[in-house]
C-alpha cells in the first residue's frame, strides 16, 4: 500500500535529504538512494531489493515505473510525494521521479591481488569514479579497489554516473595500495608521462591490474615505485593535454580486451 507524504517537515523525507548530501550519514545509517529509473531497475534485475521507494505523483502514470513497482516485494513500503517534494530529494536535474533507499553493502577486506582489478589512487571526482565502474564492468573487470581520499563510491553522484555498474562489481573502499600492490600474484600496470613502454607493446593475455591515479597529481610517486616494470604511456598527439583518468582508463581495459578477444 502507497504511503502519500506532502510535507517537507516528514521524518522520512528529512531522512532522504541527508541520505543524498551526508557522507557520514550514510555511513552512520548504512544506507544510500538510487536517484531514478535506470538505477532502480537495475538494481531489481541484480536481485537486490529496496528498503524504501519513493515515487513522484506524476510518474506512477508512467508504464516503466508501474511495471518496476510490480516487480517489488510487497514488504517494500512505497511513498507517493508530489513533483515539488520529490524536486528536494532528487539529484537529477530531470527524470523520472523514482527513488530507492538500499542498504549498503557489508564492507569487503582487501587481501590478496590474483585476478584482473581496477585499483584507483585518490580519484575525487564523482563522475570519473562512476564512469571508470562502468567503463571495469563493460570491460569484463570485476574488482575495484579504491583508496582513502577517492570520492565516496556509493554516494548518489557516483552511482548515477555508474549506470548499475556497481551492483555487478566487487568494490573495495579505503584500501591501503601500497601494501595491495606488494601483495599481489598479477602484474600491477600504471600509466605514466615518463614511461618508455606503450600500452599498445605490451602483452596483456594474462591477468592484470591496472593503477590510476589523482586527476590533478596522478599515481602517487610511492606507488608508481611499487610497479615501475609495469608502466606504460598511452601515446598520443604531441602538444595536447593528458587525457582524462576514465578516458585513459578505457582505452587501457579495452586495449587488455582487444587483445584477448
Known amino acids: ?92 536535474e530531470q527524470g523520472v521521479a523514482l527513488l530507492f533507499v538500499i542498504a549498503l553493502p557489508e564492507k569487503r577486506i582487501a587481501a590478496r591481488l590474483e585476478a584482473d582489478a581496477l585499483l584507483l589512487d585518490t580519484v575525487q571526482d564523482p563522475g570519473n569514479v562512476g564512469a571508470m565502474l562502468r567503463t571495469t564492468a563493460a570491460a569484463g573487470v570485476d574488482e575495484v579497489y579504491l583508496s582513502t581520499g577517492s570520492a565516496a563510491v556509493w554516494s548518489p553522484k557516483v552511482l548515477r554516473a555508474g549506470m548499475g555498474a556497481h551492483f555487478t562489481l566487487r568494490i573495495y573502499e579505503n584500501v591501503d595500495l601500497a601494501q595491495l600492490v606488494t601483495n599481489t600474484s598479477v602484474p600491477v600496470v600504471a600509466t605514466s608521462l615518463d614511461a618508455t613502454q606503450s600500452l599498445y607493446e605490451k602483452d596483456l593475455s594474462a591477468p592484470h591490474a591496472w593503477l590510476f591515479g589523482n586527476e590533478g597529481t596522478g599515481v602517487s610517486e610511492e606507488l608508481l615505485k611499487l610497479c615501475e616494470k609495469d608502466t606504460v604511456i598511452i601515446p598520443q598527439t604531441d602538444g595536447v593535454e593528458s587525457l582524462n583518468v576514465a578516458a585513459a582508463t578505457a582505452v587501457c581495459l579495452f586495449e587488455q580486451r582487444r587483445q584477448r578477444l
Open 1 to 92: 500500500m502507497t504511503n502519500v507524504i506532502t510535507s517537507a517537515q516528514n521524518p522520512l523525507i528529512k531522512h532522504i535529504k541527508q541520505l543524498a548530501t551526508s557522507a557520514k550519514y550514510r555511513q552512520k545509517n548504512h544506507q544510500t538512494i538510487l536517484d531514478g529509473i535506470h538505477l532502480c531497475d537495475a538494481y531489481l534485475r541484480a536481485g537486490f531489493v529496496p528498503e524504501q521507494v519513493i515515487v513522484g505523483t506524476e510518474s506512477l502514470r508512467n508504464p516503466e515505473v508501474s511495471g518496476l513497482l510490480f516487480r517489488l516485494d510487497e514488504s517494500v513500503p512505497v511513498a507517493e510525494v508530489p513533483s515539488s517534494l520529490y524536486e528536494r530529494l532528487s539529484v537529477l
